[in-house]
């Protein structure tokens, strides 16, 4: 039986697990407002910009309608909540070839990402595409090889990681 201390020393550590796992919500949550934030007011200045051309009028000094150029990377690759998905693909993935002792389909990643992060699978427009997109960004960084098309195993990357922290 758990001493008293011990007791006290798991609740606590849970109850931080639960606050660190809400802020981290309430974190990606964040992230997601301020990129919509960042693209509507791109749009609306762009909007803006050629509304003026067709009705001339004077903006006081303090609008500023400048834009930053548009970068010519895909969405994926400028949002930060895809760094997220990447890494917790990573762990569904390592977690999985664990269980079962085998390479797992795009299926078995999606489904398993699905139990373990639901609010996140919840929060992507396409989940099963953002995931098969993230499970080959891995394959091609080297975190993941593929045996056979569609399956996938923990890469050289992590198991080289692994070896040098002792884990």
Not at 32 to 50: A, G, W, Y
Not at 89 to 115: C, T
Request: net charge neutral.
């Amino acid at each position: 039986m758990l001493g008293k201390s011990e007791g006290e020393a798991l609740t606590i550590e849970r109850d931080l697990r639960k606050m660190f796992e809400n802020v981290q919500k309430e974190y990606d949550m964040k992230c997601r407002e301020c990129e919509i934030l960042k693209q509507e007011n791109f749009l609306l200045k762009k909007s803006v910009r050629e509304a003026l051309h067709f009705m001339p009028i004077e903006l006081p000094e303090t609008i500023d309608l400048t834009v930053p150029e548009e970068e010519k990377q895909a969405w994926a690759e400028r949002s930060e909540r895809f760094g997220v998905v990447r890494a917790k693909v990573l762990e569904v993935v390592l977690w999985l070839n664990k269980k079962e002792g085998r390479a797992v389909s795009y299926d078995e990643v999606i489904h398993a990402f699905k139990s373990r992060y639901s609010n996140l699978y919840s929060n992507l427009r396409n989940p099963a595409d953002t995931i098969s997109r993230r499970v080959r960004e891995c394959r091609d960084e080297g975190y993941l090889v593929s045996p056979s098309e569609g399956y996938f195993l923990v890469g050289h990357k992590i198991v080289d990681r692994k070896v040098q922290s002792g884990t």
